[in-house]
């Protein structure tokens, strides 16, 4: 098990893990409603490309929620701030669903502190009648909805922690027969962990909103994808169905500097039911962006 930390951020309490390896950099950013153990399939493999550490973001796994609100600019925030208190160097994120929102944020908004990104299945504006998940459409509906907090809390309260790690793998992976017992045990103690935490429900929902908000409204997210500056992958699975896969394919079209990965065996989190493809693709791009990066002809102004 990669060993747990904490980290104050100006007064946050955020909550990480580090699963060691040497060189620069890499932080690993889970999505809505996920944490840590998200990448806990994959932390040993990826830590033989550089230093790994993945963080909860503010509200999620056992990070304090914001008290003036968990939205994308907040979360963006805590986000930067552990990346300096980590690294005076350059980071390397890698971030699935709402965390590749945030690492195309920040890679825009501070592009000499991201070294490259990498982006799985991540949350971005696509087509206007998206593909999506019905039960995931309904998910979303009621958690931006006045008392959708009070719902979310209910129903994690009927399913229980293990109910809420069945419903995960079967939305979130493609093949969930493939999530290892170990990783099964490890998603349902942190779920009956976070239920304590007074603020899970309503962080979720506030996040939700704000990040509905910046998809729907596109123009920031839009900027910062056509933006130049340091490597971008985007690795697409065929078979996510929470992102729709034709947004990654529009964003790849827009700008051509950025390399798509376009996996059909893929769902929405390789990292917990395919670790082992997952590791060889984004070991790949990382040691690739790691020599971009050494080279002084690459390195962002």
């Not at 493809?277 to 790691?290: I, P, T, Y």
Request: proline fraction near 7%; glycine fraction near 10%.
């Amino acid at each position: 098990m990669p060993v747990s930390k904490r980290v104050d951020l100006a007064g946050l309490d955020v909550h990480y893990v580090d699963f060691g390896g040497t060189g620069p950099t890499i932080v690993l950013v889970h999505g809505l409603g996920g944490a840590y153990v998200n990448w806990l399939g994959v932390g040993d493999g990826l830590a033989r490309h550089g230093h790994v550490l993945a963080l909860d973001l503010p509200g999620f796994g056992r990070s304090a929620r914001v008290p003036a609100g968990n939205t994308l600019e907040a979360m963006g925030a805590a986000l930067a701030g552990f990346m300096d208190a980590m690294s005076t160097e350059p980071v390397h994120l890698v971030g699935n669903s709402m965390g590749g929102t945030l690492t195309v944020l920040e890679r825009h908004a501070r592009p000499n502190r991201v070294a490259s990104t990498l982006l799985v299945c991540p949350a971005l504006p696509g087509p206007l009648l998206p593909k999506i998940d019905p039960q995931w459409a309904v998910t979303l509906v009621i958690a931006t909805s006045p008392g959708g907090q009070r719902l979310i809390k209910r129903h994690a309260n009927r399913v229980g922690p293990e109910g809420q790690m069945r419903d995960t793998i079967a939305l979130c992976c493609a093949e969930g027969d493939r999530v290892t017992p170990e990783l099964r045990a490890a998603l349902v103690a942190m779920n009956a962990e976070r239920a304590a935490f007074p603020w899970g429900p309503q962080a979720f929902c506030e996040a939700t909103r704000s990040l509905m908000k910046a998809l729907i409204r596109r123009r920031e997210v839009n900027a910062a994808l056509r933006a130049t500056g340091s490597p971008m992958l985007l690795i697409q699975g065929q078979r996510d169905r929470l992102v729709d896969p034709r947004a990654a394919r529009m964003v790849v079209a827009a700008n051509p500097y950025i390399e798509l990965a376009e996996v059909a065996a893929f769902g929405h989190m390789p990292q917990v039911d395919f670790p082992d493809r997952f590791v060889e693709l984004a070991g790949v791009w990382l040691d690739r962006a790691k020599m971009k990066a050494e080279t002084p002809a690459a390195s962002v102004a």
